[in-house]
């Protein structure tokens, strides 16, 4: 039974009178220390009593194991609280808790993956019904070790040691949909994890984006879109991959842009959902300013997007007639995906039809073409240059035939009819 506020207090007080008749308690100061940052959230005294009890006690494994989990917890240093487990583990060097809080901290704040795998391991060895330790490994093992199929047997363990945790078979859901391909099993394990616990925003968002994806069920995806915004109203991730799905497999636009824009109100640096909204202004709403708006927010956050800056570049040419900024985007993601022809195609056009630069466009609408010959968009670029700038129409009908019977869209009957009537 949870303990009430003035029990609490009481105990609180009875731990403190204890200290001012023996500042040298070290109990009273460990079992102070755990009711201030439990229940009282004074973590900067509980600091000082924890460090108390581990000065007055240093070979208490408990001491220092408590003490490193507020510096981590709380404080963020990580390396101080490092040295603190590792003195527990020399004291008590079986304990499954704290090889596996070793682990946890060499994998989300030290950046050593080698050594959170090592103690992932040990954990497990120590104690392989730690239910936690075996969910936490499979996450690394995905995430970060990308073998799925140990990850896979890991989350395997945890959910059969603990069958009634949701987490576990989320995370095994999301491996069996994003690694495995196997879109079955992932829905299992998504309804499973609601029948476990219906109380979960996110479990409904994944399963949402399954059904979605892979299913087609769109009725029924859009109840689970609807459950985790009911549980959760302002869950950014949930409003956005709904609108994701309003906008392109039922194009309903306003719903989709009101979604959007929420996402973006929740979280304002949600780069997705700041595109994914530019791109909807500017191919539907023809709101130029605020799409380019958008996606410079978009950029601040994801720097390294090729679609916002290849997008960008093209708004800022079409509709901003921003040539200098506009050819700085086509040149960050040429760098960011040196190998896709789109981005030189779609410099090649600036250059050819704003800037009247046609050697310059000649010179990316070959290069594109040498990372794919079969670039339908290129070649019917290089049509257009060879009749309108460089004034070669055999050259022009080549890559006219090329692009057309790459993709039927190319063919038009008034520049067969220039072939024709130049004896082609």
């Known amino acids: 039974m949870e303990r009430q506020h003035w029990e609490l207090q009481l105990e609180r007080q009875r731990y403190e009178q204890e200290l001012l008749m023996d500042s040298r308690n070290a109990e009273a100061h460990f079992e102070l220390a755990a009711l201030l940052e439990d229940h009282f959230k004074e973590y ?20 220092h194991f408590n003490l490193a989990s507020l510096l ?95 987490d576990h078979l989320n995370n095994m859901g999301l491996l069996m949909q994003h690694q495995f391909r196997d879109y079955e099993k992932a829905r299992y394990y998504y309804e499973k994890a609601i029948e476990k616990d219906g109380t979960i925003a996110d479990i409904y968002v994944n399963l949402a984006n399954l059904i979605d994806a892979h ?18 109203p302002d869950l950014a991730r949930a409003h956005y991959d709904y609108a994701v799905m309003l906008a392109y497999s039922q194009n309903r636009l306003d719903e989709a842009r009101s979604h959007f824009e929420k996402a973006v109100a929740l979280q304002n640096d949600h780069a997705s959902a700041l595109r994914e909204l530019a791109i909807l202004l500017t191919e539907h709403y023809k709101e130029h300013e605020s799409a380019r708006s958008l996606f410079e927010r978009s950029l601040k956050t994801d720097p390294n997007n090729y679609e916002a800056h290849l997008l960008l570049a ?27 022809p789109n981005t030189f195609c779609e410099c090649a056009v600036m250059q050819m039809q704003s800037l009247k630069q046609p050697q310059k466009a000649l010179s990316n609408l070959k290069h594109a073409l040498e990372l794919d010959p079969d670039h339908a968009e290129s070649h019917a670029r290089l049509c257009s240059l060879y009749i309108s700038f460089l004034d070669d129409i055999s050259l022009a009908k080549y890559h006219y035939e090329r692009a057309a019977a790459l993709d039927e869209h190319y063919k038009d009957p008034l520049t067969e009819q220039l072939f024709i009537d130049a004896g082609l």
């Open 314 to 340: 093209n708004l800022l040419d079409d509709h901003a007639k921003d040539y200098e900024k506009a050819m700085h985007h086509y040149v960050r993601a040429m760098a960011i995906d040196p190998g896709n």
């Open 215 to 232: 299913f087609s069920e769109l009725d029924l995806a859009e109840q689970h879109y609807h459950e985790a915004l009911r549980l959760e």
């Open 72 to 166: 981590t917890s709380h404080f963020s240093e990580h390396d101080l609280a490092r040295t603190h487990f590792e003195k527990a583990l020399g004291i008590a060097p079986d304990d499954s808790m704290t090889l596996y809080q070793l682990a946890l901290l060499y994998d989300d704040h030290l950046n050593d993956e080698k050594m959170a795998a090592a103690y992932y391991e040990r954990a497990i060895d120590t104690d392989p019904f730690n239910a936690l330790a075996h969910a936490s490994y499979a996450t690394f093992l995905s995430n970060k070790a990308h073998d799925y199929d140990k990850a896979s047997i890991h989350y395997q363990f945890a959910i059969d040691l603990d069958p009634e945790d949701a």
């Open 44 to 63: 900067d005294l509980a600091r000082k009593h924890i460090e108390a009890a581990v000065d007055l006690e240093p070979d208490n494994d408990a001491a």
